[in-house]
């Protein structure tokens, strides 16, 4: 009995990790949207980790300082910036 419920255990922990991204990325792709592939476990997690330590490292430009902008996400979220320009939607 505890071996069914482990198995269907595992079968739901696929169904919810794996399948359900993969047709959500599926649908994207139909759409035209392209983007990185995700590793099994760790999604993109080491590759935003990265390009957010790439831009900490750049040195801040001043103008950017004075300058206020409404666009937040390229600052927060600069892999989203850095995948909109790799992959498309320029």
Do not use: C
């Not at 198995?7 to 599926?26: A, D, I, N, P, Q």
């Not at 993109?44 to 801040?60: R, V």
Request: charged share 20%.
């Amino acid at each position: 009995m505890a071996v069914v419920g482990l198995v269907g255990f595992f079968l739901h922990l696929y169904s919810t990790v794996w399948l359900k991204s993969e047709r959500v990325r599926r649908n994207l792709r139909l759409q035209g949207i392209k983007g990185p592939a995700p590793s099994f476990l760790y999604g993109n997690l080491p590759e935003m980790q990265k390009i957010q330590q790439q831009q900490e490292l750049k040195p801040p430009n001043l103008l950017a300082a004075e300058f206020v902008a409404h666009d937040y996400t390229s600052t927060l979220f600069p892999y989203f910036e850095h995948w909109r320009k790799q992959y498309g939607i320029h």
